[in-house]
Nanobody
């Protein structure tokens, strides 16, 4: 059983920054990819950023240049640094991994960008 716990969400003004954290139970980051997704009411969950097991990184076009995904393998934690936040970044953010063919999701953390 893998548990993922997100933290770091909150209310921020447009142009501001937040850093999300996703702490994983067990030492899985060496062997598993980790992604950050977001979801707004009535819409499908969207992949925002992913860091592949070997270290490759991909972003959705709308966050390129503003968001940075990183990981600390020793701490079993993945981060999402979000800069220059916009109102359209408002969503519940989830981290996700897959281990032995099973998907695991965190509980989500709300990010609200508003003045």
């Amino acid at each position: 059983q893998v548990q993922l716990v997100e933290s770091g969400g909150g209310l921020v003004q447009p142009g501001g920054s937040l850093r999300l954290s996703c702490a994983a139970s067990g030492s899985i980051l060496r062997f598993s990819s980790m992604g950050w997704f977001r979801q707004t009411p009535g819409k499908q969950r969207e992949l925002v950023a992913i860091i592949i097991r070997g270290g490759s990184i991909n972003y959705v076009d709308s966050v390129k240049g503003r968001f940075t995904i990183s990981r600390d393998i020793a701490k079993n934690t993945v981060y999402l640094q979000m800069n220059s936040l916009k109102a359209e970044d408002t969503a519940v953010y989830y981290c996700k991994t897959a281990v032995l063919g099973l998907d695991y999701w965190g509980q989500g953390t709300q990010v609200t960008v508003s003045s």
